[in-house]
């Protein structure tokens, strides 16, 4: 009896620490970005039977449309797992070049998002509210026309939530804009690509 006792606190105390490490706001509108995306690369729904929270990253260029998703999985046994889908999209309903891949999750994950949550992922306001107070108080328009942009969708069995930056490094080192939110998000994409080596991988060759 004492031994099932200790099995059911375990749990209890897993899943309360579980909740605990994913906590954010739900999006009330929220839409996935992109369901052609989704029905093109067959990227199911979360099974939220085995996971109890899903991370979908995307890098988005702006200038010759090589993209890609990478989708980390939080298991309810406590593991990680990163899968990443690269293709080309000129206007996000016509794709080609589409590759899938199961990356191993390095043994530094856990620290690296550790490091996320101080820096905000998962309450970061959207890039566009930042942007849109900066201009209120300087009276300036950002435009950067070329570059990259970033995407985030979080989810768990209860709430949704997403926001993106567009040339977050960009703004932040060109314009001034002495802001913490670019800040934070540019740490952000800092331990996202010692995970991924986004930055670093070949890119799906666009026609």
């Known amino acids: 009896m004492k031994i099932r006792w200790f099995i059911l606190l375990t749990l209890i105390l897993t899943c309360s620490f579980a909740n605990a490490q994913f906590k954010f706001k739900n999006d009330r509108d929220f839409r996935y970005y992109s369901d052609s995306i989704n029905k093109f690369a067959k990227i199911p729904p979360p099974d ?6 899903q991370m979908r990253f995307f890098v988005i260029s702006y200038a010759n449309f090589p993209n890609a998703i990478y989708i980390f999985e939080h298991k309810r046994t406590g593991d990680w797992a990163l899968t990443r889908y690269r293709f080309c999209s000129f206007d996000m309903q016509n794709f080609s070049n589409f590759i899938k891949d199961s990356l191993l999750v390095t043994h530094l994950w856990k620290n690296r998002w550790d490091t996320l ?3 905000h992922i998962l309450t970061l306001p959207p890039g ?5 107070r900066w201009r209120k108080r300087n009276g300036m328009v950002i435009a950067i026309a070329d570059g990259v942009g970033y995407r985030i969708e979080l989810l768990s069995s209860r709430k949704r939530r997403r926001y993106s930056y567009g040339n977050p490094e960009g703004i932040l080192n060109e314009t001034d804009t002495d802001n913490q939110e670019f800040a934070d998000f540019v740490h952000i994409l800092r331990v ?3 995970e991924t080596k986004y930055a670093e991988a070949p890119a799906v060759r666009c026609p």
């Open 48 to 53: 939220f039977s085995k996971i109890d929270f």
């Open 117 to 119: 949550l101080k820096t």
């Open 192 to 194: 996202l690509n010692d």
């Open 128 to 132: 566009a509210a930042v942007e849109k």
